[in-house]
Structure formats: structure tokens, C-alpha cells
């Protein structure tokens, strides 16, 4: 794309807002020549030899894939999507002089031929859902980039996009997809993860698309201009998938079957977790264990961070600092606490060292395209990193982790994985890497390596353990990544903003196929203070993941560290949680087989309501707790919009009729909870 920064101004734009999307000088796809049919769709051949594939899915899923210039490549892989096969609904093409018109039982796809535009609309109604505003383009100069302008409703909002520091509604946001290895405040952007798909809802219907190109990409919902929403890439396919609603809940379901159902989690993975970056030796660790047991603290896991490896080497034990590993994980597994080890993908280039020695001999190591080995640098020092495309290095990969469940370790925390370098954060020297991926020997794709990694990562601990359901967290992703792992939002601060913060981005992770999400309770880094860290487990108790963690010079914020009156009130939500868990995992349940997330927007519950389009100063878990968390120090009350319905106060009973905001009283003990009637 030309809205690329060149070079030098790329590092600039990591820390400023990038452009928003700039379609000038892009060359439209020509029009309609003719077309064929085939069982699931129509290829349309276009006036400049391009070509559209229009597939149809299911009634309410339909693929759109272009070629420009050239006719569509044999090769159709994308490591995102879980389902190739559909069973491919009744539907039938027409045409008359202006268009191309394909009918399923819930969409038409009208393909207007001169300019081509794509149109969708509702079978029954006609109306249109969402349209091109021109036809699709790609950079005729640079030969890479890609790029689709879709109408942009008066009142049309946008939400999704995964992991992005910024509130739930994104009209008028522009973003990238790039992974990196950065904290964050509201507005950083790109962050760890790529999912590049999003849900428009106009006049309470809603549609999704997809965008399935793991390049770097760009979405505008109307930052450059009223006149469109615009998503585009600097290399791959124009490849989206097009999901009609009306209902969000329906998309999401059918998003699951595209790119993957999240398995069930072990039930543990819902209990209460503990880490921080610097317990060791082992028996500080278990000093942890023994206050929260002490305390009558709930406790179902422990982490070990970085620290427990041998001069940070993966698949290795401190011998100092761990020196027996089983009897550690004996002892934590008697007070009924699992551990949880990091596992960073880079490997320290290191003779003698047997992760090393036996991934270079097997070539399953990363190379430039000049052969040369692609090295980083990361905790170990000078690192390499392995080619997960590659079947048989993902399977050697696997099989590592005996290293930690021959010890009784119960789950593994994949980290720096988008992947971080300390030389380059921005991924440009990683540009001339090459990846297997299928035979294509594409160039590295960074979007995807965590996606990867993850996937071996779950197969491997399947292997493993073929009776225990693998449990892994994640802090890079791309679409798909819920197949194989839960995820955290990474590095966060310890500020009343970041708290504010994580509402909308777990909503915004729900809506874009990732339910299992939590952020470090406390914030990770800088210090915390009581009232933040008592409003925090007011939040955390009801996410999926529920961690505290800090970094390794952030000052100490277990529960008991702001004594017993700030623990009290931590210890109660803790117990709640726990006394919760039937219903906590029946969501997660419903998040497995449909897709609908645990922690919601009033949104997924009321979309045709149009209060609650907006609201990311609330949540809903699943669709009977609806909860007002305080964000700012200080505050013992709040407005609390409640929607239509009746409500019940959790903690006092009293009755509300909804569809109206009331202002509560939230003290610290107690954070304003209600239960739908
Ligand atoms: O460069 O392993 O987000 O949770 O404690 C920092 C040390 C690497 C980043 C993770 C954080 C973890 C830390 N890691």
C-alpha cells in the first residue's frame, strides 16, 4: 500500500498513529467479461484478466477472492481457517445487462459489472447490507498491495479487530495488523495479536467480514473520510469472508465453524492464577503457594516465569533455582495448585545445548533467503527460531514439552512469540525470512508465527497427554488462534486507564472469536495501589482468565501486600468467583459450541437496542450477570445503564426495571452486580 511509512519512517509510525487508509493510486479491478459456475460458486473473469471467485459457503457465508491482472492461483491455503469443507447450500445465479445476481436462501450477491461492485442484500428484503463504494484495487507499482472501500452508513458502527487498545465502538478508528511486542496505553496500535475480522451493525442488523490475509494489514472505518470503510493489505490476496446476521450472536457462530471452535479449557484454567516475573528460587514459589493457602486465598495455579529456565534456555530447568522440578510440581499438586511454565519460541544459539544441536541438524531453524540462519535476540542472548510450517519441526516442537509434563507441568505460557526481537521490534529485518508454509516458501509471515507456535504447541501436550485437555495462553494470535489457545493481553500498566481499558478490549476479543481472555490483574507495569488492585479483582473475578502477575521491577501486589482490610474485600470477590464457577464454565461451555462470548457487551445481548451501541463501561457475562465495575479512584457510585427487562441487585435483591440508567452505590466492598430477572 502507499499508506506504507517507507523505512525510515516505520519506526515513527509505531509510536504515532498511522495513516489512515489512502487509496489513491490504486488501480481498480476492470470489469465483468464473462463468467462460469462452478458446484459452490461463480469465478467472474474480468475486461483485464483478473479474476473474482464468489463462493458460497452457507446461506449466510459467502467468500469473496480476486486476482488482479491474472487468474486466481491454484494454492488456496490459509492456516486460520478450521473448516474447508461445507455443505453447500441450494442457491442459483442470474444475469441481466448490469449485474451478476447470486441467490441464496438468506443473502443476494449482486456483482454489478461495469464498474465491478460487490453488493450484498438481504434475500427477502433486498435492502442492501453492505456494498463497495468502488470496486476492489491493488497497487499496480509496488505489485503487492491490495485493497476494498465499502459504503459507510450515516449511522453504521463498527466492532472487532482482536486485540486493540481502544473502545468497543471503532467508527471513525483506523488500525493495523502487525504483531508486536510493545505495552500499551489506549490508542498504541498494532499490538500483539492480528484478527482481521470485524462486525458492521446498522439499524440493528449486523454483518461480519473477514479478511483473511495475514500480511500486514489496514482497516478505516471512516477515519479518512465519510465517503467509506476501507480494509487493505501490503502483499497477499484481497480474500474476505462475508457474514450476514442480522444477529451477532449468528456471525459468531458461524466465524467458530470458519476459523474454529475454542476447545474446553481444563476446569482449573477458570480457577485463580498467580504469577509474577521473579519466583525463584523454588522455594519462594512456594512461599506463594503457602501464604495463599495461609490467607484462605482460592488457588488453582502458579507461574513460572522466564526465571526457572537455565540461562533462559526453553525445554531446560535452573538446576540452582529448580533443582528437583517434579518435587516442586509434588509439592504445589498436594495444595492442590497446578504450574504453569513460560515457553519462549527463541532458542540460544548455543552448541552443546540439545534444543539447539538437534533443531540445526534437522534444519528446522528459520532462514533468510540467502540461506543464512535468521537469528534475534531475546532473553537468551543471540537466539533462533523455529520454522513451525514445517510438519516435521511443529512435531519435534511438540514433543519437546516432555520436558515439562515428564515434571508434571499442566500448561504452557507462550510468550514473545509475534515473535519479539530486541534488534527490531518492527519486524522489517525479519522481511527476507522464509517460511516452508505448505511447499510455498513464503516469506516469513509474522502474523502468523504465533498462530503456529501455539498449534504445535497443542498438538504436542495432545500427544502428551491424549486424556487432559491441553491449556495454553498466548500473547500473540492470529485468527484461529482460539482452536489452540486462551490469551492475555500482555503488558499492561498499573494506572486506573488500563483498567478502564480491558473492558472494551475483552468485549472486543469476544466479538472477534477469542473467549478466553484476561488481563494481569494489578497491571503489570509500575505500582499499583490498593484501591486499584481491589477495584481490579472486581473485574478479574469475572474474566476467563484470572491472573495476577507484575514485572520484575514492579513492586510486589499479591492480595494480602495492602493488608488485611484490602485482602478481605479481594478474598470475597475471589470466593465469588469460585462459588460462580458452575455458571462460569456453563458459558464457557456455550462459548465453545456457539462461539458467544463469556465476557460480553450489552451489545451481544441487546444489539437492538441502540443505548447499548456505545456502553464499554459495562459487561455481561454470558446473558444473566450484567456488571458496572468503578474505574476511577475514589468513585462510590455510579450510573448504571440497565437494558430493558427486569433486574435484580446481587447483593441486596432489590428489583429494577430496566431500559434506564440508575446510579448505584459502590463502595469499595462492593461493586454494583445484577442478575436479569
Ligand atoms: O520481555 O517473561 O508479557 O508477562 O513476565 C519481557 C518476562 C518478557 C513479557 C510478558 C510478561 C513476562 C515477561 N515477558
Not at 21 to 42: E, H, K, R, Y
Not at 232 to 249: L, V
Request: aromatic share 14%; glycine share 10%; proline share 6%.
Amino acid at each position: 500500500m502507499k499508506t506504507l511509512a517507507p523505512f525510515a519512517g516505520c519506526l515513527l509510525s509505531l509510536c504515532l498513529p498511522a495513516a489512515a487508509i489512502d487509496l489513491s493510486g490504486l488501480t481498480p479491478i476492470g470489469p465483468v467479461a464473462g463468467f462460469t459456475t462452478a458446484t459452490d460458486g461463480i469465478v467472474v473473469t474480468c475486461r483485464d484478466g483478473s479474476q473474482v471467485a464468489i463462493r458460497i459457503l452457507a446461506p449466510d457465508l459467502v467468500r469473496v477472492r480476486a486476482a488482479f491482472g491474472h487468474a486466481l492461483p491454484a494454492r488456496d491455503h490459509s492456516w486460520a481457517i478450521d473448516k474447508t469443507v461445507w455443505d453447500v447450500p441450494q442457491w442459483s445465479v442470474k444475469e441481466d445487462s448490469g449485474a451478476l445476481r447470486i441467490f441464496t436462501p438468506e443473502l443476494e450477491v449482486v456483482v454489478h459489472r461495469d464498474p465491478l461492485l460487490v453488493e450484498f442484500r438481504d434475500a427477502a428484503t433486498h435492502q442492501t447490507i453492505n456494498a463497495d463504494e468502488r470496486p476492489m484495487m491493488f497497487d499496480a507499482h509496488s505489485g503487492g498491495g491490495v485493497a476494498a472501500a465499502k459504503k459507510l452508513g450515516f449511522d453504521e458502527h463498527f466492532y472487532g479487530l482482536g486485540e486493540k487498545a481502544a473502545r468497543l465502538d471503532k467508527r471513525r478508528g483506523h488500525f493495523t495488523m502487525w504483531n508486536r511486542d510493545a505495552s500499551y496505553a489506549e490508542g498504541s496500535d498494532p499490538l500483539y495479536q492480528s484478527i482481521p475480522f470485524y462486525l458492521g451493525w446498522q439499524n440493528g442488523a449486523a454483518y461480519g467480514i473477514f479478511f483473511d490475509n495475514s500480511y500486514r494489514t489496514y482497516f478505516d472505518f471512516g477515519a479518512s473520510t465519510q465517503e467509506y470503510a476501507a480494509f487493505s493489505a501490503d502483499g497477499g490476496e484481497m480474500n474476505y469472508y462475508f457474514f450476514y446476521g442480522p444477529s451477532m450472536k449468528k456471525i459468531l457462530a458461524r466465524y467458530a465453524d470458519l476459523t474454529g471452535h475454542m476447545p474446553m479449557p481444563p476446569l482449573w484454567a477458570l480457577g485463580n492464577q498467580q504469577c509474577r516475573w521473579g519466583y525463584y528460587p523454588d522455594t519462594l514459589a512456594e512461599e506463594v503457594v503457602r501464604r495463599y493457602r495461609a490467607d484462605d486465598l482460592p488457588l488453582d495455579v502458579l507461574y513460572l516465569d522466564i526465571d526457572y529456565m537455565d540461562g533462559y534456555r526453553v525445554f531446560t530447568w535452573d538446576p540452582k533455582r529448580f533443582p528437583d522440578p517434579s518435587a516442586f510440581t509434588e509439592k504445589l499438586a498436594k495444595q492442590g495448585v497446578k504450574v504453569v511454565t513460560i515457553v519462549d519460541p527463541g532458542i540460544k544459539y548455543d552448541p552443546g545445548y540439545q534444543a539447539f544441536d538437534q533443531g540445526l541438524a534437522k534444519n528446522f531453524f528459520l532462514k533468510r533467503l540467502d540461506g543464512s540462519l535468521f537469528h534475534g535476540k531475546v532473553w537468551p542472548g543471540d537466539s533462533v527460531f523455529v520454522d513451525y510450517t514445517l510438519p516435521d519441526a511443529a512435531r519435534w516442537w511438540g514433543d519437546m514439552h516432555r520436558a515439562y509434563t515428564d515434571h508434571g507441568v499442566a500448561g504452557i505460557w507462550n510468550d514473545m512469540n509475534e515473535p519479539s526481537d530486541f534488534l527490531d521490534q518492527t519486524g522489517q529485518t525479519q522481511g527476507d525470512v522464509v517460511s516452508y508454509d505448505g511447499g510455498a516458501n513464503s516469506s516469513f509471515n509474522r502474523n502468523v508465527f504465533g498462530l503456529n507456535e501455539a498449534r504445535a504447541t497443542f498438538e504436542g501436550l495432545e500427544r502428551l497427554r491424549p486424556n487432559q485437555r491441553p491449556y495454553i495462553i498466548t500473547r500473540a494470535g492470529y485468527a484461529g488462534i482460539q482452536r489452540y489457545s486462551t490469551m492475555w493481553t500482555g503488558d499492561n500498566t498499573s494506572t486506573w486507564d488500563a483498567l478502564a481499558l480491558s473492558i472494551p478490549m475483552f468485549q472486543t476479543l469476544g466479538l472477534s472469536g477469542e473467549p478466553f481472555v484476561g488481563a494481569d490483574a494489578g497491571g503489570f507495569m509500575g505500582r499499583t495501589n490498593a484501591e486499584l488492585l481491589t477495584r481490579w479483582y472486581q473485574v478479574a473475578f469475572l474474566t476467563p482468565f484470572c491472573r495476577n502477575h507484575a514485572d520484575r521491577t514492579a513492586y510486589d501486589h499479591e492480595p494480602w501486600r495492602f493488608g488485611t482490610y484490602y485482602e478481605g474485600i479481594i478474598r470475597k470477590y475471589l470466593k465469588l468467583r469460585y462459588r460462580l464457577l458452575p455458571f462460569l464454565y456453563t458459558v464457557l461451555e456455550e462459548a465453545h459450541r456457539t462461539g458467544a462470548p463469556l465476557f460480553r457487551p450489552l451489545l451481544l445481548n441487546y444489539q437492538d437496542d441502540a443505548n447499548a451501541l456505545t456502553i464499554d463501561d459495562e459487561f455481561m457475562v454470558g446473558d444473566a450477570l450484567l456488571e458496572a465495575p468503578i474505574l476511577r479512584p475514589g468513585e462510590t457510585s455510579r450510573l448504571v445503564y440497565l437494558p430493558a427487562g427486569t433486574w435484580y441487585d446481587y447483593w441486596t435483591g432489590q428489583r429494577y426495571s430496566g431500559g434506564g440508567m440508575i446510579r448505584v452505590e459502590a463502595p469499595l466492598e462492593t461493586v454494583p452486580l445484577f442478575v436479569r430477572g
